[in-house]
C-alpha cells in the first residue's frame, strides 16, 4: 500500500512571497489533516477534511492560509504571503474510513524555510 | 484544552539496554485515545503504540510497551533492548474520543539518542 503523499520536499521563499504544498493521502482514506510542525515542537492542527469537506480550522491562521481538497482525494495548502514564523514542516496526514480507524498516516512532510 | 507535556527533552540509552520515555496529559474527558509516534530524520511520523484509555492492560508491542496510569493522568513509553535504530524524536500524543473531531495533541518529543 502506497503511503501519503508530498511535496515539495523541501521550498525555500522570501517573505512576502506565496507558496502551496501538496497532499495525495492514502487511496481510500477519507480523513486528511494538515499539521504545521515549528522546529522543536510538536505537530500542531491546522485543518482537518472529511472527503471534500472541514471539519476543523479553528487554528488555520485564515488571514494567510487557505487549503482545499476539491474532489476528497488529493489536498493543497496554501500560504499567502509568507512571515518569517511561518518557517517549519507542514505535515499532512490521511485516515482511513474503516478498518484502525483510530491511526493516522503520516506523508514525509514539506520543510518551508521563510528568508 | 487537553494538553500534552514531555518533560525530557533530550533521553539518552546504551544499546540493549533499556530506557523510559515520560509524557503526562490534561483532560477533564474519560474516553481518549494516546499514542506514541516515533520521527526520524526523515520527518516521517511513524506509530509506535497506542492505547484506548477504557483499557486497562498496558499496551505492547515487541520491544515497546507503556505503563498507562489514568488516574495520574500519566503515559510512559518504555522501550526494552535497544536498537540503533531506535534513534529518533518520540513524539507523545492525545486524542479524544468523542465526536467527530480528531484533533491530536502532540507533546513537544523526546530526542532519543542510542550509544553502540
Known amino acids: 500500500e502506497a503511503g501519503v503523499a508530498q511535496s515539495p520536499r523541501y521550498k525555500i521563499i522570501e517573505k512576502r512571497q506565496s507558496v502551496a504544498f501538496w497532499c495525495n493521502p492514502i487511496?481510500?482514506?477519507?480523513?486528511l489533516y494538515w499539521y504545521q510542525q515549528i522546529l522543536g515542537q510538536g505537530p500542531k492542527l491546522l485543518i482537518q477534511?472529511?472527503?471534500?469537506?472541514?471539519?476543523?480550522d479553528s487554528q488555520l491562521p485564515k488571514d494567510r492560509f487557505s487549503a482545499e481538497r476539491l474532489k476528497g482525494v488529493d489536498s493543497t495548502l496554501k500560504i499567502q504571503p509568507a512571515k518569517l514564523e511561518d518557517s517549519a514542516v507542514y505535515l499532512c496526514?490521511?485516515?482511513?474510513?474503516?478498518?484502525?480507524?483510530?491511526?493516522?498516516?503520516f506523508g514525509p512532510g514539506t520543510r518551508l524555510t521563510v528568508l | 484544552a487537553q494538553t500534552v507535556t514531555q518533560s525530557q527533552p533530550e533521553m539518552s540509552v546504551q544499546e540493549a539496554e533499556t530506557v523510559t520515555l515520560s509524557c503526562t496529559y490534561d483532560?477533564?474527558?474519560?474516553?481518549?485515545?494516546l499514542f506514541w509516534y516515533k520521527q526520524p530524520p526523515s520527518r516521517q511520523m511513524i506509530l509506535v503504540i497506542r492505547?484506548?484509555?477504557?483499557?486497562?492492560q498496558n499496551a505492547t508491542e515487541n520491544r515497546f510497551s507503556v505503563n498507562f496510569q489514568k488516574a495520574a493522568k500519566s503515559f510512559s513509553l518504555k522501550i526494552s533492548d535497544s536498537q540503533l535504530g531506535d534513534a529518533a524524536m518520540y513524539f507523545c500524543?492525545?486524542?479524544?474520543?468523542?465526536?467527530?473531531?480528531?484533533?491530536?495533541?502532540f507533546g513537544a518529543g523526546t530526542r532519543l539518542t542510542v550509544k553502540p
Open positions: 500524543a492525545y486524542r479524544s474520543a468523542l465526536g467527530n473531531n480528531n484533533d491530536m495533541r
Open positions: 487511496s481510500g482514506h477519507a480523513t
Open positions: 492505547q484506548e484509555a477504557y483499557k486497562q
Open positions: 477534511f472529511q472527503n471534500n469537506g472541514v471539519v476543523d
Open positions: 483532560t477533564s474527558e474519560s474516553d481518549y485515545y
Open positions: 496526514a490521511s485516515k482511513p474510513t474503516s478498518g484502525d480507524y483510530n491511526e493516522q498516516f
